[in-house]
């Protein structure tokens, strides 16, 4: 069972999340902010999504911190976000690749598969 570790405010997206990975494939965790990864106190993932724009905590200062721990940084990290500047943010963060808002549910889980099952 691979798991995914979502942080994301929107309860409505973590909810399209628990229904598209569910049992017995996946497992997910889902958090509203990112004070519990930045305490590092959490289940380790096969994957991270957070989401960019956080109540509390940016997105990226999570990916940040997620890459430069020994025990996080070769766990890949999605960014989802609808800021059209994502892309180059996300790359200097360090992460892995990313998902703009609106994305449809196929690019979804064919990312998701592609980092944790290396299906290209």
């Known amino acids: ?3 995914i570790l979502l942080v994301e405010d929107d309860p409505a997206i973590q909810e399209m999340f628990s229904m598209v990975f569910k ?3 996946y497992t997910i965790t ?3 902010n990112g004070q519990l990864l930045l305490k590092n106190n959490y289940p380790l993932p096969d994957i991270f999504i957070l989401d960019k724009q956080l109540s509390g905590n940016d997105g990226l200062d999570i990916c940040r911190h997620l890459k430069s721990h020994s025990q996080t940084c070769l766990i890949p990290v999605v960014m989802i976000s609808a800021n059209p500047l994502i892309l180059e ?3 200097e ?3 892995d690749n990313v998902l ?3 994305f449809r549910l196929a690019a979804l889980r064919e990312m998701v598969s592609t980092f944790v099952y290396g299906i290209y």
């Open 1 to 3: 069972m691979k798991k």
């Open 23 to 25: 049992e017995p494939e």
């Open 30 to 32: 889902c958090y509203m």
């Open 89 to 91: 943010l996300a790359r």
């Open 93 to 95: 963060a360090g992460a």
């Open 100 to 102: 703009l808002k609106p």
